[in-house]
C-alpha cells in the first residue's frame, strides 16, 4: 500500500513501504529525531501528517510550505542542542513563535524543520536595578512590559 502526501507546490514525496524507511531523503530526519526525542515533542510527515499543515504558512496566504518535521522544545534549554543537531545534519530550521507575521518569515524552507517556540514564555532572572532581563524568545512584549512596569521600566 502506498501512502501519497504533498509537500508544497510541486513537490511531492511518495512513500511506497520498505522504500521509505531506507530512503536516504529521510535518513537525516529519523536521526534527528533519535537524538533529540527526550528535548521534545515531533510532529513527523510519518506519525501526524494531518498536524503539519498548521505550520506551513503565517498570517499571509501568498506563500506556504508544508514542513517535513516540527519540533517543540520541553524547554529553552533544549533548543541549542537542537539547532547543533540541526546544522551536523545539514538540515534547514525554520524558527515559528506565534506566526501571526505578515511576511512569511515562518513559512518553512523546502525540506525544512520548523522549530516552535511561542509556548516558551518564562522570564528567567531580571535585574531591576539595571534593566536586564533574561526572558524565553515566546514572551510578549506586552506580557513583558506588565512584569517591569512596576519597576518604571518599559
Given amino acids: 500500500m502506498s501512502n501519497f502526501f504533498p509537500l508544497s507546490g510541486s513537490q511531492s514525496v511518495h512513500f511506497l513501504g520498505q522504500q521509505f524507511s531506507t530512503s536516504p531523503l529521510f535518513k537525516h530526519y529519523r536521526i534527528l529525531i533519535e537524538s533529540c526525542a527526550k528535548q521534545g515533542q515531533f510532529l513527523s510527515f510519518e506519525t501526524t501528517p494531518e498536524w503539519l499543515s498548521c505550520y506551513e504558512r503565517d498570517?499571509?496566504?501568498?506563500?506556504?510550505?508544508?514542513p517535513l518535521l516540527v519540533f517543540r522544545p520541553h524547554t529553552s534549554a533544549s533548543i541549542a542542542p537542537f539547532v547543533q543537531a540541526c546544522y551536523q545534519l545539514n538540515l534547514p530550521i525554520t524558527i515559528r513563535?506565534?506566526?501571526?507575521?505578515?511576511?512569511?518569515?515562518?513559512?518553512p524552507s523546502t525540506e525544512g524543520v520548523v522549530l516552535l517556540t511561542g509556548h516558551l514564555k518564562q522570564m528567567r532572572q531580571y535585574d531591576a536595578k539595571n534593566g536586564i532581563i533574561n526572558l524565553d524568545p515566546g514572551v510578549t512584549v506586552r506580557q513583558l512590559n506588565r512584569h517591569v512596569e512596576a519597576d518604571h521600566w518599559f
Fill in 59 to 66: 498570517a499571509q496566504h501568498l506563500q506556504a510550505k508544508l
Fill in 97 to 107: 513563535c506565534g506566526g501571526t507575521g505578515l511576511v512569511g518569515s515562518c513559512v
